[in-house]
């Protein structure tokens, strides 16, 4: 059978033997009294199939959750994020507590989406990492079009606009991320402003209005702009929010429009995570005053973002998991 999913916490349970009628709840029962969260990774620029399994282990250790991470698979069997039309294994959001997507312009077959809608229409909390704005992509004669811009909108708080600039890329930070002033959140414990690899998406401004139902966490300023050089700054400003939460069919739902892959070697960012996944899953008295422990278990040193053959290839799930110091 191939290998296309792992249960990160099962893989770290003990078993033993007990009379049920009469002794403590047994590890295999125990573990499954914990939540299960769903990494759902598929983006071709971001290497959220290296990001994602970090996470998830860092949630695994400080929130005492069950993992699962799911990727973009070949043919045969590689995890290879340029495969925009097959993500395996996601039957298992039909059993889960909580789903964190990270993926870019997928054209899943129906029988794959369903399950990620179902999720996002069951109330379940959610968490959305950068190109989630435009998780899918279907052309215009598809029955999903609707997926490509209202679905993000609605669920997450906002659809793909434009940004501004990749210069550099991996070279220099290009937004200084900053607290907002009037926010009032445990996802912000421990938090400190920051510069991010990532160029800052327009999500707010102009024309444009991010979803009304969103409370802003951080906002983002450009350190360097194409719509500035082009003179548009009108419609597409230098600040922007990066980080709010969102209300969707009553589910607490975390964004962030960051999510390059030397962002997640910033303690910041990972300790943005995990308060803001604690938080959805309303465990926000959980949070500590100085927030979650955000120290990598293993090593996490992740390809550059880009396009083409700019991920890892020839790596199979565990392979990924591997790398991260995780275990097989």
Request: aromatic letters at 10%.
């Amino acid at each position: 059978m191939r290998y296309n999913l792992l249960t990160l916490g099962a893989m770290l349970s003990l078993l033993c033997s007990c009379n049920p009628s009469s002794a403590p709840a047994s590890a295999p029962e125990k573990e499954a009294e914990k939540p299960l969260i769903v990494f759902v990774t598929g983006d071709e620029e971001y290497r959220s199939e290296e990001s994602m399994p970090m996470l998830a282990r860092l949630v695994e250790r400080e929130l005492g959750a069950r993992t699962q991470v799911l990727f973009a698979l070949d043919s045969a069997g590689f995890v290879n994020p340029n495969v925009n039309d097959n993500i395996e294994g996601l039957e298992a959001l039909d059993d889960a507590d909580m789903m964190v997507l990270f993926t870019r312009w997928r054209a899943l077959p129906d029988a794959q989406a369903q399950h990620i809608l179902d999720f996002a229409e069951s109330g379940k909390p959610m968490a959305g990492f950068r190109t989630s704005t435009h998780a899918f992509m279907y052309k215009d004669d598809s029955l999903r079009q609707h997926l490509n811009n209202d679905w993000p909108t609605a669920v997450f708080g906002q659809q793909w606009i434009t940004h501004h600039g990749h210069f550099d890329d991996g070279h220099d930070p290009l937004t200084a991320v900053s607290l907002v002033e009037e926010a009032h959140s445990p996802i912000l414990n421990g938090i400190q402003p920051f510069d991010a690899y990532s160029w800052l998406y327009h999500v707010d401004g102009g024309e444009w209005k991010i979803n009304p139902k969103t409370k802003q966490l951080l906002r983002g300023k450009s350190l360097r702009s194409k719509h500035e050089e082009a003179g548009r700054l009108d419609q597409f400003p230098l600040n922007n929010p990066v980080a709010w939460t969102n209300d969707y069919k009553g589910a607490r739902v975390f964004f962030t429009t960051l999510g390059h892959p030397y962002d997640w070697q910033n303690e910041n960012m990972r300790r943005l995570a995990l308060n803001g996944i604690a938080w959805a899953l309303d465990r926000a008295d959980d949070i500590p005053a100085e927030g979650f422990n955000p120290t990598i278990i293993g090593s996490y040193q992740p390809n550059n973002s880009g396009f083409g053959e700019k991920f890892k290839k020839g790596l199979r799930p565990e392979e990924l998991f591997k790398e991260n110091g995780l275990p097989r």
